[in-house]
T-cell receptor
Framework: AQKVTQAQTEISVVEKEDVTLDCVYE???????LFWYKQPPSGELVFLIR??????QNEISGRYSWNFQKSTSSFNFTITASQVVDSAVYFC??????????????FGAGTRLAVHP | KAGVTQTPRYLIKTRGQQVTLSCSPI?????VSWYQQTPGQGLQFLFE???????NKGNFPGRFSGRQFSNSRSEMNVSTLELGDSALYLC?????????????????FGEGSRLTVL
């Protein structure tokens, strides 16, 4: 069955530290999408990145980078030089467009990141 | 461009009552999905509506229902409320599906409706 595991419940770092959020997924589909969302205290989920199963190229966007490895079923997220504004809950998610539906996201439990000044 | 708007933001109900939550998607978005977020179960998919039709449904009892109007606005209803229905209910909209490589779950979420059942 499809599943997303975020083993880190909470991470606490000091500003300017680098931090990596882990995500491991399970799926039997060959076509799937992986996502990261950020949930600040206001509640809305903010889309960060989408990656399809055929594109294992890593991506960097400013201080954010993502490492997708199909061999280990992982899609990890690294924040470089963390800032207080990065404090939020981060969710990894999976969708299986042909079996589950495009907009049916399976979310991990989330990792709460606290960045202290 | 206005984001996804959910109303009400907060509400308190008692067991046995029913509740209706509203969601206005981003203009031009025809798909609306609903998610429930609780501390115990996390984020769970409720259902998705597209062009006034339910396109997908999660594993929730029949007390949870929804609908979508011709202007893409959506409502969800929970009848016979239980304590366990206390949650943040999130609505998300997305652009229309045009092909296998598009509409890949890039959802735009509202701030949610926080329901407390006493």
């Amino acid at each position: 069955a499809q599943k997303v595991t975020q083993a880190q419940t909470e991470i606490s770092v000091v500003e300017k530290e680098d931090v990596t959020l882990d995500c491991v997924y399970e799926t039997r589909d060959t076509t799937y999408y992986l996502f990261w969302y950020k949930q600040p205290p206001s509640g809305e989920l903010v889309f960060l990145i989408r990656r399809n199963s055929f594109d294992e190229q890593n991506e960097i966007s400013g201080r954010y980078s993502w490492n997708f490895q199909k061999s280990t079923s992982s899609f990890n997220f690294t924040i470089t030089a963390s800032q207080v504004v990065d404090s939020a809950v981060y969710f990894c998610a999976l969708s299986e467009p042909f079996s589950g539906g495009y907009n049916k996201l399976i979310f991990g439990a989330g990792t709460r990141l606290a960045v202290h000044p | 461009k206005a984001g996804v708007t959910q109303t009400p933001r907060y509400l308190i109900k008692t067991r046995g009552q029913q509740v209706t939550l509203s969601c206005s998607p981003i203009s031009g978005h025809r798909s609306v999905s609903w998610y429930q977020q609780t501390p115990g179960q996390g984020l769970q998919f409720l259902f998705e509506y597209f062009s006034e039709t339910q396109r997908n449904k999660g594993n929730f009892p029949g007390r949870f229902s929804g609908r979508q109007f011709s202007n893409s606005r959506s409502e969800m209803n929970v009848s016979t409320l239980e304590l366990g229905d206390s949650a943040l209910y999130l609505c998300a909209s997305s652009v229309p599906l045009a092909g296998a490589s598009s509409n890949t779950g890039e959802l735009f979420f509202g701030e949610g409706s926080r329901l407390t059942v006493l």
